[in-house]
């Protein structure tokens, strides 16, 4: 597919949901895709599916060094980097007076800490090639805030402001590197799976199921965003369904 052929895209987050979504998406339009994420067994099973245009590398987004390695063997297997899709999350919600401290750091340190991890690793490739393209996973939480995930909200923000600084950056220093931040809404995935069980958790439980949408919805909007032209950036994409305000 055009505007996607050979490109190489590492992916974090890619063992299920949207990243793994995504990776077929891409794959299927021609690109090389790189697999990462802690489950090694569920990234091996999605390159085997994908075949010769995948690989994969065991990898944790707060560990810096686990992400230079990552961009280092995306760039050893594939010669190039051209895309990063900093999709990797997690959302264990709460009312801050639960003091829930452990899964707050949790969220900063792989929502924020390993986005920033991941771009680090890759910008020193893109900035000396004066090419590549960003693109973050925040979330509908990321453009307002509401109760019971304080926390994630924040993260959420947080990707937004920085990636919105970095374009504007890029842009004067004439590096050229395209920025994305997605947002989706309710999407059907595990994400759900790190809630503490709460009478919360069961409500957005039914929320998810009444409204939540394919993963593949937030698939075709990266693959959207990745195939426009070389001058053409598309900044930000809200993706939710119809009937979640
Ligand atoms: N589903 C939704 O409704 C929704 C809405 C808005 C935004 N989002 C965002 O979409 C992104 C993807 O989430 P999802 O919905 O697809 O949920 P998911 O199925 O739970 O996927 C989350 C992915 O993140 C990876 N991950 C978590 N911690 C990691 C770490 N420390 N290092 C490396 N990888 C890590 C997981 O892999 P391992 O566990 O194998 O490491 C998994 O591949 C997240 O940023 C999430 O906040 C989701």
């Known amino acids: 597919m055009k505007g996607i052929e050979n490109k190489v895209i590492v992916i974090t987050g890619a063992s299920s949901g949207i990243g793994e979504a ?3 998406k891409l794959a299927e339009g021609g690109a090389k895709v790189v697999l990462s ?5 569920r990234l091996k099973k999605l ?3 994908i075949g010769d245009n995948a690989a994969y590398f065991k990898s944790d987004v707060s560990s810096a060094e686990d992400m230079k390695a990552l961009i280092a063997m995306a760039k050893e297997k594939f010669g190039r980097v051209d895309v ?3 999709n990797a999350g997690v959302m264990p919600g709460s009312n801050m007076s639960e003091l829930k401290t452990r899964d707050w750091m ?3 340190n792989i929502n924020i800490v390993g986005v920033l991890n991941s771009i680090a690793a890759v910008l020193p490739e893109f900035t000396a090639q004066k090419s590549g393209h960003i693109l973050v996973t925040s979330s509908v939480a990321g453009t307002k805030s509401v109760p019971g995930n304080a926390v994630y909200s924040g993260t959420k923000h947080f990707v937004r402001a920085m990636l919105d ?3 504007a950056e890029s842009v004067m220093e004439g590096t050229n590197i395209r920025t994305t931040v997605i947002y989706p809404g309710a999407i059907k995935t595990e994400l759900l799976n790190t809630i503490a069980p709460s009478e919360t958790k069961k409500m957005v439980e039914r929320f998810y199921e009444e409204v939540g949408m394919e993963p593949d919805v937030i698939a075709n909007a990266v693959l ?3 195939s426009q032209p070389d001058n053409v950036d598309v900044s930000d994409l809200i993706v939710r369904p119809s009937r979640e305000s």
């Not at 994420?37 to 067994?41: G, H, I, T």
């Open 47 to 49: 390159a085997l599916e």
């Open 224 to 226: 959207y965003a990745i």
């Open 84 to 86: 990063l899709f900093a």
């Open 106 to 108: 949790s969220m900063v």
């Open 22 to 24: 995504t990776a077929k």
């Open 165 to 167: 600084s970095f374009r």
């Open 37 to 41: 994420a802690r489950r090694e067994d």
